[in-house]
């Protein structure tokens, strides 16, 4: 007797086996949605064989959020779409424990062998959530993903939409690998609904948060018109040209054309200028409240041939301490062939000082494509009083950016200011307000900077701002070229720097040894 064994398949754990419900938003199909996700999880934590959940394609689920701790050699497969519950006023979110700031809608601890991947989207329907903070200062948003003291994490060919907050946060991690994911925030709907919220109206109205679209019109929080109140105090510090290009950041939505005749009419704008084109398709510069990309604190990260459009830090490398399990120090990371645009920067920090020793080590980024960032090289240290920080051995080799917004290379204080806080202290308008507290306690040494061309650029070259006890040092500029209109300043503002400029360097920082080439 002859028995022929056809070989068995074994199909992946789909959520919808597990109770999803497809195409309803309601906070009822929510719950049961999380709960399939979380059993469906637990149920390829389990099998011996089987370790593969699956999202199907074709479909979208709303949740809430999952929290799950302790998966081994797990793969979630998001062939179709999962969307973040935008229902703010939900209990079920202000219930959330977002204390340290790390709360996931999608959140994974103490987990080996994870893998997330697939042809699908997540969808994380930021716009209520960051018009929720602005409104109210009550932030509880979640992230997209979180994953928090987990080691061999894999993260590949998704595309991450419109996060409450970081779309990608990695916490005390080691061996990660992150390709081919699109990391997209819709700045053209944002627009919409800072005008929907009357934010460039003299006589607003507070948008309906229960409607998806935007209410008409109410007097926009002082706290959301702190960037333009800003740069009219800027205005009345600078010329008459930038006087021309700094009226359209706060112009409201009719006035635009009047500026647009009024950039023509400057001696540099012969052709289409970065500016005009970037207010003729979104208005003005708005800014999603920390929708960074990709933040990881972690040793061992590879993430490549990404593309990221956001309005915040596109990576942002997260410092680590002696309080972390695995990465005492994050460090060991290269960032490469990854294409922003509208962001904030391939970023070190915040790096505040810790108790504990905060450090940042070994990091480069390279083969980056910025487009109209508002800024691009970012490198920030944070205040405080008590411990310490060090940020060393940092590579920036192969960067382009074009028509950098305000500036393009910015190493010094963080300058932010969220909503129902009093900030950093570092004006957003240093250095022609001179208000910048430098940070003694945090060390900068061995930053290089090579082969890095910036065209088109319009306020300085860029800012590098030590403290006078404890200066930047080692640091190298080789073939950097740095060039645009400058409307403020040809230089850099460069304060407590040491180091040299080598090649065709230009301009050469003050600070910076020359022994350029020219």
């Not at 996931?104 to 987990?111: P, V």
């Not at 800024?375 to 009083?385: D, E, L, M, R, W």
């Not at 382009?400 to 190493?411: A, F, N, S």
Request: hydrophobic fraction near 40%; charged fraction near 20%; proline fraction near 6%.
């Amino acid at each position: 007797l002859c028995v022929a064994l056809a070989p068995v398949a074994f199909a992946a754990h789909s959520i919808v086996d597990f109770g999803a419900v497809a195409g309803d938003s309601s906070s009822d199909a929510c719950q049961k949605n999380s709960l399939a996700l979380l059993h469906a999880l637990q149920a390829a934590n389990a099998s011996a064989t089987d370790r593969t959940v699956l999202v199907p394609a074709g479909a979208e689920y709303t949740f809430f959020n999952v929290s799950v701790t302790g998966l081994t050699d797990v793969e979630l497969v998001i062939d179709g779409t999962l969307k973040i519950s935008d229902d703010v006023t939900n209990p079920h979110w202000s219930r959330q424990d977002n204390d340290g700031g790390g709360f996931g809608a999608l959140y994974f601890s103490w987990c080996h062998g994870l893998t997330f991947r697939g042809a699908g989207t997540i969808d994380g329907q930021g716009y209520r959530w960051w018009w929720h903070v602005i409104l109210t200062s009550h932030d509880y948003r979640p992230h997209m993903l979180v994953v928090d003291k987990s080691t061999d994490i894999t993260i590949t060919d998704l595309r991450l939409l419109n996060s409450p907050q970081f779309h990608v946060r990695l916490q005390d991690v080691r061996d990660v690998y992150i390709a081919r994911v699109d990391i997209h925030v819709d700045v053209g709907r944002q627009a919409s609904l800072l005008r929907g919220a009357g934010l460039w109206s003299a006589a607003p109205a507070r948008p309906d948060l229960s409607a998806s679209a935007p209410a008409a019109a109410a007097p926009a929080p002082a706290s959301a018109l702190g960037l333009a109140s800003s740069l009219a105090s800027l205005v009345e510090q600078v010329g008459s040209s930038a006087e021309r290009l700094l009226e359209d950041f706060a112009v409201p939505v009719e006035h635009r054309e009047r500026s647009r005749r009024a950039l023509k009419s400057s001696d540099w704008s012969n052709q289409t200028s970065p500016l005009e084109r970037f207010f003729e398709t979104f208005g003005v510069p708005t800014f999603p409240l920390n929708t960074d990309g990709i933040d990881p604190s972690g040793v061992n990260v590879t993430i490549e041939d990404c593309s990221i459009t956001n309005f915040d830090d596109a990576v942002a490398v997260k410092p680590g301490n002696q309080g972390h399990v695995f990465a005492k120090c994050a460090q060991d990371m290269v960032v490469r062939r990854v294409r922003v645009r509208y962001g904030v920067g391939m970023t070190i920090g915040s790096v505040p000082p810790n108790t504990g020793t905060n450090c940042v080590r070994n990091i480069t980024f390279e083969d980056i494509e910025f487009d109209t960032p508002i800024k691009a090289i970012y490198i920030k240290s944070n205040p405080g009083t008590r411990g310490s920080g060090i940020v060393q051995g940092i590579t920036y080799r192969n960067v382009v950016g074009r028509h950098p917004l305000w500036y393009p290379i910015w190493i010094g204080p963080q300058q932010q200011r969220q909503p129902g806080t009093q900030g950093t202290g570092c004006s957003f308008l240093y250095p022609i307000v001179d208000q910048c507290p430098t940070q003694p306690r945090v060390t900068m040494d061995d930053i290089q900077l090579h082969n890095v061309t910036f065209q088109g650029g319009l306020t300085l070259p860029g800012v590098l701002l030590g403290n006078e006890t404890n200066p930047y040092t080692r640091m190298r500029f080789h073939d950097v070229h740095n060039t645009g209109m400058w409307l403020v300043s040809f230089s850099y503002a460069s304060q407590n720097v040491q180091g040299m400029a080598t090649g065709k360097t230009y301009p050469v920082p003050d600070g910076l040894e020359d022994k350029t080439e020219w």
